[in-house]
């Protein structure tokens, strides 16, 4: 009985998802991109504090997934010109060092790519205000 509520449960969650990556502008889509590395990276420290390695690597696993195939993959390295360069080689970095915080077992490297995403997140949020301001 219970695994039919948590199946329904997972399959409302992900329509609602579809529904909001379905909807969104560009600039969210990035923004739910920083949304999801960085709740990986919330969960890969909580695993870490409760010393479930498995649960740990699984959520560092995805963040990286996030990083590399979501936000690496995304930028326009022809269009973007330095500025997609640099974000190329934040996002390798980033990766690397959440390869260290779970071989590690370090949260300093967790905390370090937490704050690098949140500051990116932050700067989205204000090109997505600006680009709504001007439409």
Do not use: C
């Not at 509520?5 to 923004?31: C, D, F, W």
């Amino acid at each position: 009985m219970f695994g039919q509520k948590s199946s329904a449960a997972t399959a409302y969650a992900r329509v609602g998802i579809e529904t909001k990556v379905s909807t969104a502008s560009p600039h969210q889509l990035i923004v739910m991109l920083y949304d999801g590395a960085l709740q990986a990276i919330n969960t890969a420290a909580a695993s870490m504090e409760a010393s479930d390695i498995p649960g740990k690597g699984k959520a560092i696993s995805q963040a990286i997934n996030i990083i590399t195939n979501g936000l690496k993959a995304s930028l326009d390295m022809e269009a973007g010109g330095e500025i997609s360069d640099r974000l190329a080689a934040l996002y390798d970095y980033m990766s690397q060092r959440l390869l260290q915080a779970n071989l590690q077992n370090s949260r300093p490297a967790l905390d370090e790519v937490s704050n690098l995403l949140a500051d990116l997140r932050g700067a989205w949020l204000e090109i997505a205000n600006v680009a709504t301001e001007t439409a």
